[in-house]
């Protein structure tokens, strides 16, 4: 008789403790053990209880655990969170088993031994038979569904609480996302707000509406929204700096001269075109998109196109607007030398579009559904001992459920965004088609996109700053743990899981679009280095910087509104005070947008930063030394932003490594 010893490690989180009887079976490369109970009344969340095994004979090499829990006399049926199994042999090796999700069923569970494996490692039959069973079973627990046409897939769920347990939000995380929630909307039905479908009266009126919610960045922005330089500034380091690109020769359809527009220093246009000072952001993207109706109202929805100039002192000044995209009397080109009103009315067209570009495209296309594409491809196709799954499926936490949440409470039929934006309804499934459609894999990787849009020497442009050494970092430790695995190109081409994993990829996120430039396959270690370090980046450092600022620059509203309710003057000399009132949002869309980016700038007490692996899915020594050193070099990064944030009037916060998440979680 030779004895095991199993050493049982519970989740430190609420509701991990269970009541039920817990039993093992080890499986080894010369045998398996009986179906051991683990004798405790209670495994209490927190714990590590060591516990025997005994078998006639050595099993070998351990291969994997079969873990199962059956409810207890009168005890009533609970859910057991185990984050791993430690298994000492009688031959003094030590064997862990990565666990990391809830068991709720009376389902007999398997679990690999933590070494990392690819499909062509697999030499005991045993092994082979439980990666197929694993993938086999994650294939019906993580199914495609068809959101629409020219939009990407998403999980096949019936609410975000059919979704299975390991991908489900904890305990916390419920319970905070719920209580921010009904808190903020209760809060505005006490004072009177969301049935309130007035104008309103002065903009001074707006400030009762989170008059205890404000932050140092909203109430800067309530103080300067209307200046030039913040309109500016926006465009480089606010919730979408995505989109403004150098302009070396003005668009046909926005035909500014040279003496229309003002040039400091002596300059003209065309000077400054050829200097490479000048930049365009255009929203081409909404043309012709259908604003909804909302309070039984027809909204108004723009596609800009704005015309900036960098000066000599390095400031970012906007130069000019055109409000659609169709050069015309009616369509005038609004400048800073037009009145007062008249400019001002033309940026907040220009704000308004921006709302919707940054939501639909920038941060729901971009980060959200991108990212949910790469979680279930990984959970489809990669089974939990391939190492690329390891790699990223700390990148894939809470995703699906915070996506499913905006289906249902955003995006779906009664969600806000439906209901109370101008690109709700009918426009917001075309806006996310003609996006996908124009999406390159190039644009995704930040090195790739500052690139093409020619920003490399753009003064103060943090995003790009602080994202480009973040890349770099990622890509520093996803190379080497990638070339840890993969010692060459033919094994990579060799990998079917990683094959069919980026097939998947391309077929249902990207709808199998050539001009995409998404990888169908990969032939080289360097391919899969690449892409490997896109899909980390997008899913925390992108992810972070177009959502983490939405209530800095979107709490107070006149700087984003989510709608207006005016056709935009087609005219000079037409506007005022009062059509500015008339045209911002009434008071009952006011208020539900700003409690909702309140409610999605909020960080939960369970938020894990980008470099920290609080659940440890690599046991060898190097890739744990790898993810130490990389969590290392984010901290490095960190002291020099915040040095560098010292000097700065409004900091750069957003892609600080300690307030990056590590996936879409929010």
């Known amino acids: 008789m030779v004895v095991y010893e199993a050493t049982v490690y519970t989740g430190d989180r609420i509701q991990a403790t269970t009541l039920n009887s817990v039993h093992i079976k080890l499986v080894g490369t010369d045998g398996e053990s009986d179906r051991t109970w683990l004798k405790s009344l209670v495994i209490f969340r927190g714990s590590v209880s060591t516990y025997t095994v005994s078998c006639p004979n050595s099993l070998g090499r351990l291969l994997l655990i079969e873990l199962d829990k059956r409810q207890f006399g009168f005890l009533p049926d609970d859910a057991w969170f185990p984050d791993k199994v430690e298994i000492k042999s009688p031959e003094e090796d030590v064997y862990t088993f990565p666990i990391h999700c809830w068991i709720s069923d009376q389902e007999t569970h398997r679990y690999r031994e933590g070494k990392a494996l690819r499909i062509f490692d697999e030499s005991h039959s045993l092994g082979q038979y439980a990666r197929q069973q694993e993938l086999s079973q994650r294939s019906l627990e993580y199914d495609w569904e068809f959101y629409g046409p020219g939009i990407p897939y998403t999980i096949k769920a019936d609410g975000a609480m059919t979704l299975p347990d390991e991908v489900q939000f904890s305990f916390t995380k419920t319970t905070e996302f719920a209580f921010t929630a009904a808190t903020g909307l209760a809060e505005l039905r006490l004072k009177g707000l969301v049935d309130n479908q007035e104008n309103w009266k002065t903009l001074d009126d707006i400030n009762g509406v989170f008059r205890n919610k404000d932050t140092p960045l909203s109430d800067y922005v309530q103080e300067h929204w209307a200046e030039d330089w913040l309109f500016a500034y926006q465009f480089l380091n606010g919730v979408n700096p995505t989109l403004i690109r150098r302009c070396k020769t003005l668009p046909e359809n926005f035909p500014v001269t040279d003496d229309m527009v003002f040039i400091p220093d002596g300059?003209?246009?065309?000077?400054?075109?050829e200097r490479g000072n000048i930049y365009l952001c255009d929203y081409k993207n909404l043309d012709g998109m259908p604003a909804n109706i909302i309070n039984e109202k027809q909204q108004y929805l723009t596609a800009p196109l704005v015309l900036l100039h960098k000066r000599s002192d390095d400031k970012l000044m906007p130069i000019a607007i055109q409000l659609k995209q169709t050069p015309a009397e009616d369509n005038p080109i609004f400048l800073p030398t037009d009145s007062a009103y008249d400019w001002l009315t033309a940026k907040i067209f220009v704000r308004s579009a921006d709302f919707s570009e940054h939501q639909l495209n920038a941060h729901l296309l971009r980060t959200h559904l991108l990212a949910e594409v790469f979680a279930v491809s990984l959970l489809r196709n990669l089974p939990m001992v391939h190492p690329i799954y390891k790699l990223l499926i700390p990148h894939t936490r809470y995703t699906l459920q915070i996506n499913e949440l905006a289906r249902e409470r955003l995006i779906g039929p009664a969600g806000v965004f439906t209901l109370f934006a101008a690109s709700g309804r009918e426009?917001?499934?075309?806006?996310?088609?003609?996006?996908?459609?124009?999406?390159?894999?190039r644009s995704l990787c930040i090195p790739d996109d500052i690139a093409d849009r020619d920003l490399q020497d753009l003064p103060n442009f943090y995003y790009r700053d602080d994202g480009l050494q973040l890349w770099s970092i990622i890509f520093k430790y996803v190379q080497r743990v990638i070339k840890y695995y993969y010692k060459s190109d033919d094994e990579v081409q060799r990998d079917s899981e990683l094959q069919t994993w980026i097939g998947d990829i391309f077929k249902h996120g990207f709808l199998s679009q050539l001009q995409t430039g998404i990888p169908q396959n990969f032939t080289t270690v360097s391919e899969l280095i690449k892409f490997a370090t896109m899909v980390m980046f997008t899913c925390s450092c992108q992810h972070a910087a177009v959502n983490?600022?939405?209530?800095?620059?979107?709490?107070?509203?006149?700087?984003t509104p989510a709608t207006l309710q005016r056709a935009p003057p087609t005219k000079k000399g037409t506007t005022s005070k009062s059509t500015i009132l008339e045209t911002l949002p009434p008071i009952n869309v006011t208020a539900q947008g700003m409690a909702t980016v309140w409610l999605l700038s909020r960080r939960s007490s369970d938020f894990v930063s980008l470099g920290d692996y609080p659940e440890y899915h690599y046991t060898e020594e190097t890739p744990r030394q790898l993810q130490t050193d990389f969590k290392s070099d984010l901290d490095k990064l960190s002291i020099m932003i915040n040095n560098r944030n010292k000097d700065l009037e409004i900091p750069y916060t957003y892609l600080d490594p300690k307030n990056v998440e590590n996936s879409v979680a929010i």
Do not use: C, F, H, V
Request: proline content about 6%; hydrophobic content about 35%; overall charge neutral.
């Open 267 to 273: 300059s003209n246009l065309l000077n400054e075109l």
């Open 427 to 441: 426009a917001l499934p075309k806006i996310l088609a003609r996006s996908l459609s124009s999406i390159t894999y």
């Open 548 to 559: 983490s600022g939405q209530y800095d620059y979107g709490g107070w509203m006149p700087n």
